[in-house]
């Protein structure tokens, strides 16, 4: 069944009226019609069958239905700290880190950081992202979408954000003595995990030193190269799989 969201459901009123976008696509693109049904979310978690009594481009009326169950949240919130990429590929990477489940992703710039994303630019790009990242979990029935915080620059995000409780990896291809793999086997699974990928040129010496000092361990993939966006989406899905819900059972 399809998914749509809405900023709120008043499960009282018994009733819910779409606008913008949302309503252009159900009327415009889909074609759907009253007495057609779809699953509506309001992006916090709550989710209900409804049925549509009206429906115009501007404004499509439905009646709730019965609330679906909220799906049980992944053992593991994955926080994927990436360096700003050119737009088609920061696009891929939150679209498909999105649908395996990441839970916040957080954009900045570093001293390779070779896009600049100017201020009254910013504004508009965090819409589209936070759009991709809407239309993924309406794609793959997540019923809260990844949040995407504002973009920060490197030393900001390592020293602001404390994130207690979590294990903090920082991805480094030159890191020749701890890998991803051995540092989950060492670990029990954790509630929180927290990923930092560089920029297409990588981090420096001293942005490691930074991260480090910050608690974040250094690991890597393995010999080979991978292009940001490829590493981001392998290490959410490692995750995922040793520690999250990339399985049924628990
Ligand atoms: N400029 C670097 C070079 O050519 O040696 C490569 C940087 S890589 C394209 C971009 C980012 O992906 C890195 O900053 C790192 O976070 C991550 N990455 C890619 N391959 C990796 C690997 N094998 N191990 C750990 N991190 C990796």
């Not at 759009?131 to 915080?149: T, V």
């Not at 040129?201 to 490691?208: A, K, N, P, R, Y």
């Not at 250094?218 to 010999?223: F, T």
């Not at 981001?232 to 799989?241: E, G, K, L, S, T």
Request: aromatic content about 6%.
């Amino acid at each position: 069944m399809r998914r749509f969201f809405v900023e709120e459901i008043r499960e009282r009123d018994g009733t819910c009226s779409i606008t913008g976008s949302e309503a252009k696509h159900i009327t415009k693109v889909l074609r759907m019609k009253t007495g057609d049904r779809f699953v509506l979310m309001d992006g916090k978690g709550a989710r209900f069958q409804v049925t549509i009594e009206s429906a115009t481009p501007r404004e499509v009326q439905v009646v709730l239905g019965k609330s679906i169950p909220k799906p049980p949240p992944s053992p593991v919130k994955i926080m994927l700290c990436q360096a700003l990429l050119k737009s088609r590929q920061m696009d891929y990477l939150i679209q498909k880190t999105s649908e395996l489940g990441v839970d916040r992703i957080l954009p900045f710039s570093s001293v390779r950081t070779v896009i600049s994303l100017r201020k009254d630019r910013a504004l508009g790009k965090l819409r589209h992202w936070r759009e991709i990242a809407q239309n993924s979990a309406k794609q793959s029935d997540r019923n809260i979408p990844a949040e995407i915080e504002t973009f920060s620059p490197f030393k900001e995000l390592v020293i602001k954000e404390k994130w207690k409780d979590a294990l903090k990896v920082i991805l480094w291809e030159q890191e020749r003595s701890q890998d991803l793999k051995s540092l989950l086997k060492a670990f029990s699974p954790v509630e929180k995990f927290v990923g930092m990928v560089g920029p297409e040129g990588g981090f420096t010496h001293e942005e490691i030193g930074i991260a480090t000092d910050a608690g974040f361990v250094p690991v890597s993939l393995g010999n080979r190269i991978l292009r940001s966006e490829t590493a981001a989406i392998a290490m959410v899905a490692i995750i995922q799989y040793e520690w999250g819900d990339l399985s049924h059972k628990r």
